[in-house]
């Protein structure tokens, strides 16, 4: 069939709206309507070649390109075909994708890290996850890849059945597709991977779409001081009203207000979620947080990066933890649906996070209001 799609050809270009061809979904694979895509950072840096480098330079090293590409990872939609064998989904059904698989039978799966799951290593090499082969066509042809196997910037896609999470029918589609990273991420990262715990003092370093749901889990595990870093100011004002109960506009600003605030104990845990992580970023970080304190790193850094400024003797002798975190460190096919369950309950800010929605065809200017700091986070509404 034909449908329409955001694709990147190259990093540093623009989002390209064009027709492409779709196949049917094969065995194990699923073809979905979209009805809502959120715009995270994460899709951002294939643009700006964190990510993924440019074609001339993964071929250089023997590398398949990840580019043409379709964007977009956060998601949700409703189930049209399903290919043989596929059981847990059906027409008609609602559904949250998934930007790491589920398989359900790897190590990771079966004991309790679905977020690690084995198919997720997957999502950086082209094609399917069924077969390695590709269902999306460019109109002259080329093959085109998915973004973590989703692609969720078209009309529609086709994804393996694993990529899926069923929700329920009566759920709007924008909060089921923002629990699919922004919401899991950021929750997650304080909750899960920082253990936020009552009366506990919490950083949040970068409050975008993914930092702004790790202050809202810090306020709804309980902490006492919940302190938000942002350069940008309407993203410090928003955190109030997700929890948020100082601000800081840069780490450094964050050391004296912690000192104060801890009487020099220092944050219980923090997570650090910029639009891009830099290994200067990690040292401040580290010395924000208390003796046995734990920081949280969530935000990318580029795919290469490997220098970090970090005092290995503070983080010996304070028995300190540097932990990273990866789709907020919890199980997909739980987490989702136990979300939106507090969404239903009226615990979590769903409705409130989305600042403008946009067609598929304003996508770039989606992504420049992401850049310029209007949106907490943007989100593609597709018509019926
Ligand atoms: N680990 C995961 O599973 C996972 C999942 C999704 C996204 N991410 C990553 O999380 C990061 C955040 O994504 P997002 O969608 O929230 O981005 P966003 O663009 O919505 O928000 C980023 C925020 O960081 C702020 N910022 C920039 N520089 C800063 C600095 N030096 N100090 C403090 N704040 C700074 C910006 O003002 C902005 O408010 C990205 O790197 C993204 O790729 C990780
Ligand atoms: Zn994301
Ligand atoms: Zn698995």
């Known amino acids: 069939m034909k449908t329409r799609a955001a694709v990147l050809h190259d990093v540093g270009q623009d989002w390209s709206v064009e027709e492409i061809e779709l196949d049917p979904p094969k065995a194990g694979e699923v073809l979905v309507k979209t009805k809502a895509a959120g715009l995270c950072h994460s899709d951002e840096h294939l643009v700006t070649g964190d990510l993924a480098p440019p074609t001339a330079v993964m071929e250089e090293m023997g590398l398949p390109s990840m580019f043409p590409i379709i964007g977009g990872h956060e998601g949700s939609g409703v189930v049209l075909e399903v290919g043989e064998g596929v059981t847990h989904v059906q027409p008609g059904d609602h559904v949250s994708v998934s930007f790491i698989p589920s398989c359900g039978r790897c190590r990771w799966c079966s004991s309790g890290m679905q977020n690690l799951c084995d198919l997720g290593a997957q999502t950086m090499v082209p ?133 104060d605030l801890t009487w020099g104990q220092m944050a219980d845990n923090l997570v650090l979620s910029p639009g891009l992580v830099t290994g200067d970023m990690i040292q401040p970080a580290i010395q924000l947080i208390r ?58 800010k769903l409705d409130e996070l989305v600042t403008r929605t946009y067609t598929l065809d304003e996508i770039n200017q ?19």
């Not at 955190?239 to 004296?256: D, R, V, W």
Request: aromatic letters at 6%; one cysteine or more.
């Open 366 to 384: 989606g992504y420049e209001d992401m850049r310029t700091n209007k949106n907490i986070r943007g989100v593609i509404v597709f018509e019926d």
């Open 291 to 348: 003796k046995g304190g734990t920081a949280v790193v969530t935000g990318l850094s580029n795919v290469f990066a490997e220098d970090v400024k970090l005092s290995l003797f503070e983080l010996a002798m304070q028995n300190k933890t540097l932990a990273g975190s990866i789709f907020g460190s919890g199980n997909p096919r739980a987490e989702v649906p136990h979300l939106l369950k507090m969404y239903q309950a009226g615990q979590l």
């Open 127 to 259: 094609g399917m996850i069924t077969d390695g082969t590709f269902r999306h066509h460019s109109a002259d042809g080329k093959d085109l890849g998915t973004m973590a196997k989703l692609g969720t910037f078209a009309e529609h896609m086709v994804v393996s059945a694993d990529s899926l999470i069923k929700v329920e029918p009566d759920l709007p589609f924008i909060p089921v597709a923002l629990v699919s990273c922004g919401v899991a991420t950021g929750f997650g990262s304080a909750v899960n991977r920082a253990g936020v715990k009552p009366g506990d003092t919490t950083v949040v370093v970068g409050c975008g779409g993914i930092g702004m749901n790790a202050v809202q889990g810090a306020r709804v595990a309980g902490a006492k001081h919940i302190v938000a870093v942002d350069p940008d100011e309407f993203k410090r004002e928003k955190a109030g009203e997700f929890g948020a109960t100082h601000t800081a506009a840069s780490l450094e600003e964050a050391l004296g207000l912690v000192t």
